[in-house]
């Protein structure tokens, strides 16, 4: 008798140690977010809606159907688990400049590219009057995409004083969620590179051994580097003036602040703030990109130049192999 209490008790510890594990399993396993219906004036185009503390998402129906709904949820999952912390980590790099309360952003998502601006602008923008970011092109542009509008949103709508266009606006956007911040999203698609394309980084140089994808910030490097050697002209690029045309000898030879990458871009805002101070150049972002020589004594063209040995000893630095080749 003494020996089958002795068992129905052990029994019955194992069983409460079993349902305590699958208890504390379930605590630590993230839920995914709730897709909710959409009972707004805008429910006919995006029926569905998922709210965060840092963004509420629009589900665009024809979206859904263009990719189907299993493939459709899986990429808005996929998203969804690192958009926080890299929007976290954003409005961190620009704490001080940008407001404490920072409202969520409203997302639509329009891969069908519905708006007519979609052949323009490419995977995604923000729209200032609007206050919104549409994401065209799928889940792998938009993961590549977002942090960079998100920065826009930033800098735009949560400041005392806006971001100039052109260089300002691009390089900082650029800076921030590309060589500061870690940048989950674009990581977790490898920056929505092709195999060969990442053959070929790989080789040069720009990959993150340790997490096995492409590392944003040397790729950002290097391909400033690619651009300021020459290596890109004849081929299409964004210039700072945000549209899609054609690298050419002459852009090449002349550097304006209207016309560099925005590979460059980001990588000029880095050599900014590392010889001016983070505060200088944060605090000169709304003077307009044709003042540079009034903010920083010296014009644009000497200053490219400097940065151009600057970002070669950068990419060194960082064990890039840059050039044509």
Known sequence: MKKHRLLLRALCLLLVALMLSAMLSACG?????????????????????????SATWYLAADDIALLGEDAFYEGLYAILENQEQDFADAREALKGHIDADVPPIEIRTDFCGKAGVAEIIGGAYYHEQRNFIKL?????????????????????????????????AEGIAQYISMIVCKNRMARSVNCARSEEELALFKAKGAWDESEDCLDPQKFYYGNAALFSLGGM??????????????????????PDVWTVSHFEAASIMAWLI??????????????????????????????????????????AELGLSVGNG
């Not at 690029?237 to 030879?253: A, I, M, N, P, R």
């Open 274 to 315: 590392e010889t001016y101070g983070r505060d200088a150049v944060l605090q000169n972002l709304s003077t307009a990109p044709e003042d540079f020589e009034s903010v920083y004594g010296l014009p644009f063209p000497e200053a490219y130049q400097k940065w151009f040995v600057w970002n070669l000893g950068k990419c």
């Open 29 to 53: 396993a993230p839920s995914k977010p709730k897709i909710e219906e959409n009972k707004g004036e805008n429910a006919a185009t995006y029926p569905y809606v998922v709210h965060m503390k």
């Open 136 to 168: 065209f092109g799928g889940w792998d542009v938009a993961n590549f995409t977002l942090l960079h509008e998100y920065v826009h949103y930033l800098t735009l709508h949560c400041v005392q004083q806006p971001v100039s266009r052109g260089l300002y």
């Open 233 to 254: 002209i004849g081929y299409p690029y964004f210039s700072t003036k945000d549209v899609y045309e054609t690298y050419t000898e002459e852009v090449h030879q002349n």
